[in-house]
């Protein structure tokens, strides 16, 4: 099956600061998908993007899904952006559907 | 609001004894998901389904059974034959579970399940 990795596995940051975190894939995907986990445990979707660029404000995403992985960026990043952020992919959903470890953020006011 | 509901927040059981976790949506979703997430872990899953009355393994679905008599609902059972139940259980439902653009998953707030 498909394996996802996810990188830095952890990351601080000062209140302000931008930062990437990436994601691969060890083989083509057609649903990838962003999500973020609050400190309470809700996941919320950021976003669906199995290829090319997509901007949400202070966030955005790119995917290059000939090199088989994708990037999510964070600018001017604020408290409440802490929590960990997990990327998943595969094919529809169901068991071709992985989620990466995570990379834990943690902003510092 | 429409949204995924789950209950309880919080469960405790004692060892051999089958616990039933609930998992509603008011989304009109086609696709329903149960995931486990261990402590520092990604999430994996266990069961899912895409329609009443189906639904299929995920990658560790010995020791949990499902149901899906109604649209809404998605109930998992963690039988006393899971051998390490304690953990975060998180429900998901999308809109058709094929996959596309407009079948991003939506997340229930979960239940923390610990074995005593």
Known sequence: GIQVEQSPPDLILQEGANSTLRCNFSDSVNNLQWFHQNPWGQLINLFYIPSGTKQNGRLSATTVATERYSLLYISSSQTTDSGVYFCAGGYNYGQNFVFGPGTRLSVLP | ?116
Request: net charge neutral; proline share 5%; with cysteine.
């Open chain 2, 1 to 116: 609001d429409g949204g995924i509901t789950q209950s309880p927040k919080y469960l405790f059981r004692k060892e051999g004894q089958n616990v039933t976790l609930s998992c509603e949506q008011n989304l009109n979703h086609d696709a329903m998901y149960w995931y486990r997430q261990d402590p520092g872990q990604g999430l994996r899953l266990i069961y899912y389904s895409q329609i009443v009355n189906d639904f299929q393994k995920g990658d560790i679905a010995e020791g949990y059974s499902v149901s899906r008599e109604k649209k809404e609902s998605f109930p998992l059972t963690v039988t006393s034959a899971q051998k390490n139940p304690t953990a975060f259980y998180l429900c998901a439902s999308s809109s058709t579970g094929t996959g596309g653009p407009t079948d991003t998953q939506y997340f229930g707030p979960g239940t923390r399940l610990t074995v005593l």
